[in-house]
């Protein structure tokens, strides 16, 4: 029985759980509930909101372990950290890929005209 069934069942006995207990408790409640409201509207749970472990999220990026671990040292990637466990969401792992999107010459040339007119006309 995990810390969400023992908190939820109505027994009236009282019991005694740490916080990283209520959190895992929280944490499982809130996914059940958005799963079962997902099912309920006929939508399929999203995957994007899976959480993946370095592992996972190495194969994904294809990076290595240890230079997942360097970008999490250094802050550059998004990154969940519960006790010793690292998680990455599936999605803002994409939208990091994403935000490392180098601009087109035409992209970069309508950027640079529209800033010289607007700086240039003062």
Same mark, same amino acid.
């Given at each position: @029985?995990? @810390? %969400? ?14 916080? *990283?207990?209520?959190? $895992?408790? #929280?944490?499982?409640?809130?996914? +059940?509930?958005? +799963?079962?409201? /997902?099912?309920?509207? *006929?939508? &399929? =749970? ?7 472990? #370095?592992?996972? /999220? *190495? ?6 372990? &240890?230079?997942? %671990? *360097? =970008?999490?040292?250094?802050? $550059?990637? &998004? ?7 690292? %998680? ?17 010459? /035409? ?5 640079? $005209? %529209? =800033?010289?007119?607007? +700086?240039?006309?003062?």
């Amino acid at each position: @029985m995990n @810390m %969400y069934d023992l908190l939820n069942n109505n027994s009236g006995v009282n019991i005694t759980i740490n916080a *990283g207990q209520l959190i $895992e408790a #929280i944490d499982h409640a809130v996914a +059940k509930t958005r +799963k079962d409201l /997902a099912e309920q509207v *006929g939508a &399929p =749970y999203p995957e994007s909101e899976q959480l993946l472990t #370095i592992q996972q /999220a *190495g194969e994904i990026l294809n990076l290595s372990v &240890p230079t997942l %671990y *360097g =970008y999490v040292h250094r802050a $550059e990637i &998004p990154v969940c950290k519960r006790g010793k466990r690292l %998680y990455f969401s599936k999605q803002e792992l994409l939208e990091w890929i994403k935000q490392g999107r180098k601009k087109t010459f /035409a992209e970069t040339t309508v950027e640079a $005209e %529209y =800033y010289l007119k607007n +700086k240039g006309g003062k």
